[in-house]
């Protein structure tokens, strides 16, 4: 990758992580809360290559964006349990990730190890 091209992926990632912001900014407060919080806890889990972390960031703004205009509660978004749909939510994003390839890798090791994958 040159030079030119890594300034523009860093920049293009910058401003649709600013535009996201500007988006979860314009939520009725209460839903603001609710996405600020999930954003919380996906900086700590969720992908760490930019395009996939800023894609997921975005598909909470749609999602959300959506459930307010609609009148669909927070908790009709989120369920009962806000880990699980934030771990449900996130999974959808790992794909090329380091995560999926250890826990692919892992899958494997021990597949081979009982004998019940290829040897």
Known sequence: MGIASLISTLIGD?????AYKARTRRLPEDYRT?????????????????DSATTMFEDLADLFE???ADGTSIRAVVGEDPVEFVE???????A?????REQKRLTDAIDRATGEGPQ
């Open 14 to 18: 910058k401003r649709r992580w600013w």
């Open 34 to 50: 609710a996405v600020g919080a999930i954003e919380r806890y996906l900086m700590y889990l969720g992908p760490t290559d930019g």
């Open 88 to 94: 449900a939510f996130s999974r959808n994003y790992f």
């Open 96 to 100: 090329a990730g380091w995560v999926a």
């Open 66 to 68: 959506q459930a307010a």
